[in-house]
Each structure stands twice: as C-alpha cells, then as structure tokens.
C-alpha cells in the first residue's frame, strides 16, 4: 500500500508543479510546496475512530508544520468541510513531511463522518481527499448468560453467548462469573476466562470445587477496553449426594482382636472424596453412644469396590464388642447398621506351647503364650525348652526378650542338627512358680549339596562362559559361595585345585552357576571345574570338563586404493588384548616366509579389534602380497596372505624430432601426458649415445634428467620438454631416446637422432659463422671479454687500460678471432650481423626452469639462430647472453658481441650486435669495455 501511495503522491506532486506553472498559480519565489493526503480510518467503535493523514513538504522555511483534521456529519467536498465542520488538531510534524494520526471521541453510533486531512506551514495549507467512516451500531447486550448443563454434586458446566461486534478484537475478555451470592461478582465470585467461541460466539466453561445440594448463581461477563458488560444472572444447584453404607460381619475373631469393615456405594455423579472410620465398644445401644463411649479406627484406604476394613486389637477375651462402619462422602456422613461379636474364651493354662514353623535343617522358630493376667509384669520370665532327648535333664532354654499384646512370643532355636527328632515346650516363671505347657515336637530337614559341572557356553577365540549346577535341599537361608577352577594343562580335580586358576561365580535363584572367564589363549584346550561351598562346610566340586577355544579368522582386505597408497584392515574377534599388530607386504611373491622377510609398517590406529595401517611409495599397477601379524593375549597369530593391486597411471613418453643441430652440441625435444591420482616423483629427460641400440644408448650412462624429486609436488598433466646436448664430438651422429621415470618405474619413447655439426656452421649466409665464441670450451660457454681491437681479456676494462686502434676496420694483428684461431676466421663485419638478423630466425633461451620450455644444462640465456633458408632451418647456432665488463665488473645478460668496424666518431663508438629479449639490433658500444666474440670464416 505504501508503494501505491509513493506512486500516487509522485504523479500529483507532478501535476501540482505542472499546473502551478502552467496557470499562473500565486506561487511566491521560495515558497513551499505541500501535498496532503487523507488515509483510511482505524479502530472504529460506537463512539471514538482513529483517523490517518500523510504528508510530503518541500522548501519549508520553518522546521515543523501543523496537521489537522476537519470532520462533520454532512457529506461535503473537503474546503466546505474546513469551512463548516469541526477541526481536531493531530500535533505537529517535520517540515519534510511524515505520517499523523489523531482520536476521535464521543461521537455518536451508527454515524456516518466525513473528515479530512489538512497540512499548514509558512502560512500555506493544503487539504487532502475526503473520507468517510460508519460508527458501530448500538446493541442491546455484548454479553448474554446461557443455561447450567451436567449438574453433579461438585461441578457444572456454564455456557454464554459473546454479542461481538465486527470490530470489536485485539483486548477483549469474556467469561463467566459464579457464587453462591444472588448478586454474582468480581468481588465476591469465581471468575472463568474463555478464549475459543463456537460458529455461533457460544462458549462454555467448567466450573469445579463445588458444594453438593447448593444453590449457585452464574452471570456471563465480557470486558474491553476496561468496560465490563454482564449477561443476566442465572441460577443452579448442585446434586444431592447419594450414598450407602454397610456394616459387614466381624471376621478372624480371637481372645484379643478381630478384623471388622464396612463398604460404601455411591450413586452421584461426579468425582466424590471419600473417608470412613469404624466405632467400636462394649455400649451398642446407639450410634452416638458408640461415638461417644467407644474406641475410634480411622481407615487408610477404600479399595475402588468401596469395601474398607481394620484389625480391632488389645480386646479382653470372652467380651462381646459392637461396631459401626461410617463413611463420609464429600462432607455427608453415612452410617451403617450396628453389629457385634464376642471375643474368644481364654485358655485355662497359664503356659501354653504353640506350633513350630520355619523349619530348616539347623533352625527352627518355636512359640509359646503366658496366658496369665499381670504377665506383663517386669517379675515374669517366659520362654522355651527343647531338647533331642529328655526335656527333663538336657533341656536348652531360651528366654524370649519380647511378647505381643496377647502374651505371645516366639523364639529362635539355631544350631541344630539335621535329620534329628527335637522335643520343646513353653514354660512361664510366674512369682517364682514356673508353669509348663504341652509337650511338642519337630524333625529338622535332612541337608545334602550336589554339584555338576556343566559344557561351556558362549565359546569365542578369547573367553568362554563356564556352567554349573548346586542343589542344596534346604529352607534355611544358607550362606552360599561358587567358585570355577580353570587350566590350560590336563588335570584332575586335585590339580586343577592346587595349580589352576580361579574365577568366582553367580549362583542363580535356580541353583545354576556361571562365569565368564576373558583373555583366553585362541584355538585352546581349557580343563575346569565347579565347586561349591555352604557355610562353613567344605567345598563339594563337580566333575572335570573340557572346552577348545575358537580359531582366530581375521577378516582381512584392502581399501582406500591408488597407485602409491593403500589401507590395509584387519577385523579381529572381539575380546582379543590385542598388541604388536604389523602389516608385511611384497611384491615379489604370495609365500608366506617371503612376505615376512619384505616391508613391514607398524602405524596403526584401533577402534578395539579392527586395525587399518596405510602403507606408501608403492609401485603402480603392482600386485602387492600382504598378511597381518598381531598378538593377542601374548599369543602370536599370522593371517592368511592376501593382496591387492594398485592402481594403474595414465602416461606415455615420446622421443620427438630434434629442433636443432650446432656446433658440438643438439638442441632435442621430448613430450609426455600423465594423469594420476596420487602425487609421486617425476622425472623426464633423455639417454643418448652414438650407437642406434636401445641398450647401448641406456647403457651409455648419458643423460640428461630434468626432474621434480619431491613427492609431495604436482606435475602437470601433459607438456613438452627439451634439451641440449653438449660437448659432442663434432661433426658426429647421436641416437637419443626420451624416458619418464615415475618414482623407480622407466618409461622410454623411441630412438631419434641428430648430427653435430663442425666447428663452423652454414646458415645459408655470405660466410659461416662459428659455433663457439672466442675463449670458450663449448657453445653454452661465454668465452671471453675483449676490447675492441684488444686480443687478451683483463681484470680492469676502461680507458686508462684501454690500448685498441682507432681505424675503420680492424687489421687482423688486432682481430682476436684471427690471431686466436688462424686461417679464414674473423670478427664479423656490421653488415654480416646485419645479415644475420635479417635472414635468421632468432629463438630466446632461458635458464633451466620447469616454467619455461627450453632447458640448458648451467647455461645462462641467449639466442639459438637458425638459418631461414630451405636446408637450413634445423642448423643452428648459439649466442650466450654473457652481458659486457666494464671497469671490473660486469653489466646485463644482453648478448652484445663485437663487429670488426668502427664509426670513426669523435667518441670513437665501434660497430656491435645487441640483443636483449626480442630487441636484436646492430649498435655502437664504447671500445674500451668487454664484449663477446662470435667468429667468422670464408
């Protein structure tokens, strides 16, 4: 909407400067320009609207302008509304213009208003369009109360009705307020809050933590804008609880206690608290008499059926007792019918001898009753007598330290043997007369431990579980301990005793043993036996058994291959105490002692029984032999042999024509692609000799290697290389072969060849240049430095050391290249230079580099000159750029070489060849400083 508006204001601010000018409009020089615009109204209610302006201003003189709003109820254009409707200042703005806003209010519903928007500033104001808006309608209620619905005893759900009007969103709160007041508020009420109405503005809330059979009343409620609106007040009342209680007969019934109880049923609904007691006394003539005189039994707990019960205790015997089960549901008390039950008669002895349970083969738990009113007294002793004999001489005694309410007591006779007939009887020291009871017995359970030694499970390279089984028939609760016994060395039971190893083991509910015994020999005979102790008795052992531990089958193979690399893993069983694990490998052959006796690695990294060792500076496209030697628990394991082939390398070597022949020497070429994965050493060049035979050329020992050792460096995929090859006899044919040596494997090219030429070269010229320069041993060699005219080189090259003639032309007593080399040779003349540059082609060289494509073996650069015409093009000589002397040091690489003339100036400048990069020209040089020598002959 913003870019709408953007757009609209920028045709009208066009058309207001277009028409301004256009008509004559009373624009004064400087004055602003203003445009106003009216937006839509906001936050419409019955009585109050947001209304909207914006405004954009130009050449304002003062820093903020003043915005308004002029609104009525008649429909009018906007300068009849600022006329007669009523203005609402919305503040002040910036004088460039920005948006404003102001709030109407008490204004009237269902209204229609027209407003607009106005901007002044400098004196100058500008109206926008108009607008209108429609204030809501009023409505008889926001809010109207609906029915109660679901009535229990403790909750009801309210429903209401929200009269929403269309605008009417964002702080709006409704809900429903309830209290047992007739006048429902937010002071003396419960307020519910409700945020999802249906399709129809219905909603409906729970209201809970009620009181049963109570009058409640319920109003809706609707807030905005911190106006409340209610709903009529409406009324409901909860349910009535309805429930029952039973009183249930009296049960287990004895001298001194019995269980009585109760069980309530309710028939209301709702989610009901329930509690129930029991009364219980000797006065049964009413329920109050039992609450009032009677004994008090809070219940615990009401299991879901509603039945509760309790142990009535400390009663006096031969007593008749009456109880009443009261349950109390949500607050209403319900009672149940009154009941009774006699407590049972007391025994005539004074000392009554009770049953004997718990019997063992070592114990037993014996029990006895002073039945004698007082017996509680500090002055009674009361115990037990027993005996495997005659209670009457050889009776032992125990005295019990404690009696329950009813004078019963039970002591604990330990230490009796198994199997065996015992006789007891309770007995009760009374003032100082001691009462018996009835002679009883009882036999302690016969004792026997059995012990088998069972087959081992879970049998693996390393560890094994070892099995067994104890049956003891006994009650007692026995002490018992198992143990296992293990060795690698046959034996017996007493061996395995004195020697073996032991390992302690689990005894199981069901009288099986188990141990799991670990760092195990691999493909070994184990002996072991269980035994087993209880108490102090000694151990009982079973028979001796046998397990053979699994044979180790590594998993071996081979990843991550290339041409130079490979990672070699080894699974091994799990559980193994793995040390010294190796890898050896070879090329030579799958037996097993000679890939032992091969390369061996050791860097291995572990993840528990899984080893990977990468082993390096492999040989393409080999087949590698390889097994793992690992110990495990200190025993040697070889695996089987296996093995992988690297990679092969996409290459190939070509022996390439030669470029060019010269004097003593031959400038050659080779070429090669190679693409490999792996980063490896390189190294390419060429074999030469003078026999056309591949093994004599190899067995030669001449060459010429331009290589990259590193083998950690790139090599490009594919390119050419060349080479010279110098001090060659003269005039003499060569065979020569191209080679690529990848790390220690040769590749060769074909066998090509060349002839040196003689010590003086036909380029097709006037004379025959030589192939050497003056003072030098071959062509790559500078040679020596002379002074024009001078024929010995110096230390200091100058004037004051200066001694040449000034002529034209050099007599040959003072041409170097003559008195050097005798017969027809010279120093050329210009013009034989100037022919060489002519009818020559010229090719720079540079110093051995892998960036550059021609190679000389220590040889600065200089220039390879070939002749141009037919027959010509592959003989060649070469210029050293040896630079000049001056004083005694030296100058540039150029290649700068006398000429035999001279200028003849009053600087006495002598004729010379220049050439530096691709400038190669004939220029003057000052004589008295040291250039090169390049002969000439007929």
Same mark, same amino acid.
């Given at each position: 909407?913003?870019?709408?508006?953007?757009?609209?204001?920028?045709?009208?601010?066009?058309? +207001?400067?277009?028409?301004?000018?256009?008509?004559?409009?009373?624009?004064?020089?400087?004055?602003?320009?203003?445009?106003?615009?009216?937006?839509?109204?906001?936050?419409?209610?019955?009585?109050?609207?947001?209304?909207?302006?914006?405004?954009?201003?130009?050449?304002?003189?003062?820093?903020?302008?003043?915005?308004?709003?002029?609104?009525?109820?008649?429909?009018?254009?906007?300068?009849?509304?600022?006329?007669?409707?009523?203005?609402? @200042?919305?503040?002040?703005?910036?004088?460039?213009?920005?948006?404003? @806003?102001?709030?109407?209010?008490?204004?009237?519903?269902?209204?229609?208003?027209?407003?607009?928007?106005?901007?002044?500033?400098?004196?100058?104001?500008?109206?926008?369009?108009?607008?209108?808006?429609?204030?809501?309608?009023?409505?008889?209620?926001?809010?109207?109360?609906?029915?109660?619905?679901?009535?229990?005893?403790?909750?009801?759900?309210?429903?209401?009705?929200?009269?929403?009007?269309?605008?009417?969103?964002?702080?709006?709160?409704?809900?429903?307020?309830?209290?047992?007041?007739?006048?429902?508020?937010?002071?003396?009420?419960?307020?519910?809050?409700?945020?999802?109405?249906?399709?129809?503005?219905?909603?409906?809330?729970?209201?809970?933590?009620?009181?049963?059979?109570?009058?409640?009343?319920?109003?809706?409620?609707?807030?905005?804008?911190?106006?409340?609106?209610?709903?009529?007040?409406?009324?409901?009342?909860?349910?009535?609880?309805?429930?029952?209680? @039973?009183?249930?007969?009296?049960?287990?019934?004895?001298?001194?206690?019995?269980?009585?109880?109760?069980?309530?049923?309710?028939?209301?609904?709702?989610?009901?608290?329930?509690?129930?007691?029991?009364?219980?006394?000797?006065?049964?003539?009413?329920?109050?008499?039992?609450?009032?005189?009677?004994?008090?039994?809070?219940?615990?707990?009401?299991?879901?059926?509603?039945?509760?019960?309790?142990?009535?205790?400390?009663?006096?015997?031969?007593?008749?007792?009456? /109880?009443?089960?009261?349950?109390?549901?949500?607050?209403?008390?319900?009672?149940?019918?009154?009941?009774?039950?006699?407590?049972?008669?007391?025994?005539?002895?004074?000392?009554?001898?009770?049953?004997?349970?718990?019997?063992?083969?070592?114990?037993?738990?014996?029990?006895?009753?002073?039945?004698?009113?007082?017996?509680?007294?500090? @002055?009674?002793?009361?115990?037990?007598?027993?005996?495997?004999?005659?209670?009457?001489?050889?009776?032992?005694?125990?005295?019990?330290?404690?009696?329950?309410?009813?004078?019963?007591?039970?002591?604990?006779?330990?230490?009796?043997?198994?199997?065996?007939?015992?006789?007891?009887?309770?007995?009760?020291?009374?003032?100082?007369?001691?009462?018996?009871?009835?002679?009883?017995?009882?036999?302690?359970?016969?004792?026997?431990?059995?012990?088998?030694?069972?087959?081992?499970?879970?049998?693996?390279?390393?560890?094994?579980?070892?099995?067994?089984?104890?049956?003891?028939?006994?009650?007692?609760?026995?002490?018992?301990?198992?143990?296992?016994?293990?060795?690698?060395?046959?034996?017996?039971?007493?061996?395995?005793?004195?020697?073996?190893?032991?390992?302690?083991?689990?005894?199981?509910?069901?009288?099986?043993?188990?141990?799991?015994?670990?760092?195990?020999?691999?493909?070994?005979?184990?002996?072991?036996?269980?035994?087993?102790?209880?108490?102090?008795?000694?151990?009982?052992?079973?028979?001796?058994?046998?397990?053979?531990?699994?044979?180790?089958?590594?998993?071996?193979?081979?990843?991550?291959?290339?041409?130079?690399?490979?990672?070699?893993?080894?699974?091994?069983?799990?559980?193994?105490?793995?040390?010294?694990?190796?890898?050896?490998?070879?090329?030579?052959?799958?037996?097993?002692?000679?890939?032992?006796?091969?390369?061996?690695?050791?860097?291995?990294?572990?993840?528990?029984?899984? /080893?990977?060792?990468?082993?390096?500076?492999?040989? /393409?496209?080999?087949?590698?032999?390889?097994?793992?030697?690992?110990?495990?628990?200190?025993?040697?394991?070889?695996?089987?042999?296996?093995?992988?082939?690297?990679?092969?390398?996409?290459?190939?070597?070509?022996?390439?024509?030669?470029?060019?022949?010269?004097?003593?020497?031959?400038?050659?070429?080779?070429?090669?692609?190679?693409?490999?994965?792996?980063?490896?050493?390189?190294?390419?060049?060429? /074999?030469?000799?003078?026999?056309?035979?591949?093994?004599?050329?190899?067995?030669?020992?001449?060459?010429?290697?331009?290589?990259?050792?590193?083998?950690?460096?790139?090599?490009?995929?594919?390119?050419?290389?060349?080479?010279?090859?110098?001090?060659?006899?003269?005039?003499?044919?060569?065979?020569?072969?191209?080679?690529?040596?990848?790390?220690?494997? +040769?590749?060769?090219?074909?066998?090509?060849?060349?002839?040196?030429?003689?010590?003086?070269?036909?380029?097709?010229?006037?004379?025959?240049?030589?192939?050497?320069?003056?003072?030098?041993?071959?062509?790559?060699?500078?040679?020596?430095?002379?002074?024009?005219?001078?024929?010995?080189?110096?230390?200091?090259?100058?004037?004051?050391?200066?001694?040449?003639?000034?002529?034209?032309?050099?007599?040959?007593?003072?041409?170097?290249?003559?008195?050097?080399?005798?017969?027809?040779?010279?120093?050329?003349?210009?013009?034989?230079?100037?022919?060489?540059?002519?009818?020559?082609?010229?090719?720079?060289?540079?110093?051995?580099?892998?960036?550059?494509?021609?190679?000389?073996?220590?040889?600065?650069?200089?220039?390879?000159?070939?002749?141009?015409?037919?027959?010509?093009?592959?003989?060649?000589?070469?210029?050293?750029?040896?630079?000049?002397?001056?004083?005694?040091?030296?100058?540039?690489?150029?290649?700068?070489?006398?000429?035999?003339?001279?200028?003849?100036?009053?600087?006495?400048?002598?004729?010379?060849?220049?050439?530096?990069?691709?400038?190669?020209?004939?220029?003057?040089?000052?004589?008295?400083?040291?250039?090169?020598?390049?002969?000439?002959?007929?």
């Amino acid at each position: 909407m913003t870019k709408k508006i953007f757009s609209v204001f920028c045709f009208a601010v066009a058309l +207001f400067v277009s028409c301004g000018k256009e008509t004559g409009t009373d624009e004064k020089e400087g004055s602003a320009i203003i445009l106003c615009m009216t937006s839509e109204a906001s936050g419409v209610t019955q009585t109050s609207a947001i209304l909207y302006g914006t405004a954009t201003i130009k050449n304002a003189q003062t820093s903020r302008a003043n915005a308004y709003f002029y609104y009525s109820t008649t429909q009018a254009d906007a300068k009849t509304l600022k006329a007669s409707g009523h203005r609402f @200042s919305a503040g002040t703005i910036p004088n460039t213009g920005g948006d404003f @806003s102001a709030n109407l209010s008490s204004l009237s519903p269902a209204t229609t208003y027209y407003y607009v928007a106005s901007i002044s500033i400098d004196d100058q104001e500008e109206l926008g369009g108009v607008k209108s808006f429609t204030t809501e309608k009023k409505t008889d209620s926001f809010s109207v109360t609906g029915a109660a619905i679901d009535i229990t005893v403790n909750s009801a759900t309210l429903t209401a009705y929200a009269n929403l009007p269309a605008n009417m969103t964002g702080d709006v709160t409704i809900g429903i307020i309830y209290s047992t007041s007739s006048s429902p508020s937010l002071q003396n009420g419960k307020l519910l809050t409700s945020k999802e109405l249906d399709g129809n503005n219905m909603y409906q809330l729970e209201a809970t933590d009620l009181t049963p059979d109570t009058k409640y009343y319920f109003k809706s409620f609707l807030s905005r804008s911190n106006l409340n609106y209610y709903g009529e007040v409406k009324e409901f009342t909860t349910a009535q609880v309805l429930a029952s209680v @039973s009183t249930l007969d009296a049960w287990d019934v004895a001298e001194t206690k019995a269980m009585v109880g109760g069980k309530v049923e309710i028939s209301s609904k709702g989610v009901l608290s329930k509690s129930a007691v029991i009364y219980y006394g000797t006065d049964g003539t009413s329920a109050d008499a039992l609450k009032t005189k009677g004994k008090k039994v809070t219940i615990e707990a009401i299991e879901e059926d509603g039945s509760f019960k309790t142990e009535l205790t400390s009663l006096t015997a031969s007593k008749k007792y009456y /109880f009443i089960a009261i349950a109390s549901v949500e607050g209403v008390e319900f009672a149940g019918a009154i009941k009774n039950f006699t407590t049972q008669d007391k025994p005539t002895e004074i000392s009554v001898t009770g049953e004997s349970f718990d019997i063992g083969e070592s114990t037993a738990k014996l029990y006895g009753w002073c039945n004698q009113e007082g017996a509680e007294g500090t @002055s009674v002793v009361f115990g037990i007598e027993y005996s495997a004999t005659d209670l009457t001489t050889a009776a032992t005694t125990i005295t019990a330290s404690d009696k329950d309410p009813e004078n019963k007591y039970c002591c604990q006779a330990t230490g009796l043997s198994s199997n065996t007939l015992y006789y007891y009887r309770a007995f009760t020291l009374f003032n100082g007369v001691r009462s018996y009871g009835e002679v009883k017995s009882f036999t302690t359970l016969d004792f026997s431990v059995t012990v088998s030694t069972s087959d081992a499970s879970d049998v693996t390279e390393f560890s094994a579980t070892l099995n067994g089984i104890v049956s003891v028939n006994s009650k007692d609760e026995l002490y018992k301990s198992a143990t296992f016994i293990y060795s690698r060395t046959e034996s017996n039971v007493e061996n395995l005793i004195s020697s073996g190893s032991r390992v302690l083991a689990a005894i199981q509910e069901d009288g099986s043993l188990n141990s799991t015994i670990s760092n195990l020999a691999y493909n070994a005979n184990y002996y072991y036996v269980a035994a087993v102790r209880v108490h102090d008795k000694e151990y009982v052992y079973g028979d001796v058994k046998m397990l053979k531990t699994k044979t180790i089958h590594a998993e071996v193979s081979s990843s991550n291959i290339s041409e130079s690399y490979a990672t070699l893993n080894c699974i091994m069983p799990s559980g193994g105490n793995y040390s010294d694990v190796r890898v050896y490998y070879s090329p030579l052959s799958s037996n097993v002692d000679d890939i032992l006796n091969g390369a061996s690695a050791s860097t291995w990294s572990s993840g528990g029984n899984e /080893f990977n060792i990468s082993i390096s500076k492999l040989e /393409f496209n080999t087949t590698y032999y390889y097994l793992f030697y690992v110990k495990a628990n200190n025993e040697e394991y070889i695996s089987e042999v296996s093995s992988f082939t690297t990679s092969n390398i996409d290459l190939s070597i070509t022996t390439n024509e030669f470029i060019y022949e010269l004097s003593g020497m031959g400038l050659v070429e080779g070429s090669y692609t190679y693409h490999a994965n792996d980063k490896h050493s390189v190294q390419v060049g060429f /074999f030469y000799g003078k026999q056309n035979n591949k093994a004599a050329i190899l067995q030669s020992q001449s060459v010429i290697t331009l290589t990259n050792n590193d083998y950690y460096s790139s090599f490009a995929p594919k390119g050419t290389f060349t080479s010279f090859f110098n001090y060659l006899d003269l005039n003499t044919t060569y065979y020569y072969l191209a080679f690529m040596k990848i790390d220690n494997t +040769f590749i060769y090219g074909d066998i090509k060849s060349f002839k040196s030429l003689d010590s003086s070269v036909d380029l097709g010229l006037s004379v025959k240049w030589g192939g050497i320069n003056v003072g030098a041993s071959s062509a790559v060699d500078c040679g020596g430095y002379y002074a024009w005219g001078e024929i010995t080189t110096k230390s200091n090259y100058d004037d004051s050391t200066y001694t040449g003639p000034f002529v034209s032309v050099l007599p040959l007593e003072n041409d170097v290249a003559h008195m050097t080399l005798g017969g027809t040779w010279r120093m050329p003349t210009k013009a034989e230079y100037t022919e060489l540059i002519d009818n020559c082609t010229w090719s720079l060289v540079k110093t051995s580099s892998w960036d550059n494509a021609v190679y000389i073996n220590g040889a600065a650069q200089g220039y390879i000159v070939s002749g141009k015409k037919e027959g010509y093009q592959k003989k060649a000589i070469f210029l050293p750029g040896g630079g000049y002397k001056v004083g005694t040091s030296g100058g540039n690489s150029m290649c700068q070489y006398w000429a035999s003339t001279n200028q003849m100036s009053a600087n006495h400048y002598a004729d010379c060849l220049e050439a530096y990069d691709h400038d190669i020209e004939t220029a003057t040089g000052a004589p008295d400083w040291g250039y090169l020598i390049r002969p000439v002959c007929e």
